[in-house]
Nanobody, 123 residues
């Protein structure tokens, strides 16, 4: 099992930027694809972005494509989400997840989740 800790959330004005980090313990984090999800108040958790095992392939939800960038630093056992041009509708708790397979496409979430970090975008 892998423990995941998300940091970097906060309050930002619309148009601003934030960088989230997902710090993993356990060597197996790097063996699978990983992803960011979010849950807005009163809504279901939704997929945001995924990165493949190698770190060379990525996949994004349409709502964040062109604004967010996912990456991973394998030696550091860490995954990132750079969020630019933030909008009020990006307000949510953001979670990281280790996937079941290698590819970010048709991402299949695994059982390992972090506790989440709050992102609030004011208009």
């Amino acid at each position: 099992q892998v423990q995941l800790v998300e940091i970097g959330g906060g309050l930002v004005q619309a148009g601003g930027s934030l960088r989230l980090s997902c710090i993993a313990s356990g060597r197996t984090f790097n063996e699978k694809a990983a992803a960011w999800f979010r849950r807005a108040p009163g809504k279901e958790r939704e997929f945001v972005a995924a990165v493949g095992r190698s770190g060379n392939t990525t996949y994004y939800a349409q709502s964040v494509k062109g604004r967010f960038a996912i990456s991973r630093d394998k030696p550091a056992n860490t995954m990132y989400l750079q969020m630019n041009d933030l909008k009020p509708e990006d307000t949510a708790v953001y979670y990281c997840n280790r996937g079941k397979y290698y590819t970010p496409y048709n991402y299949d979430s695994g059982d390992d989740w972090g506790q989440g970090t709050q992102v609030t975008v004011s208009s």
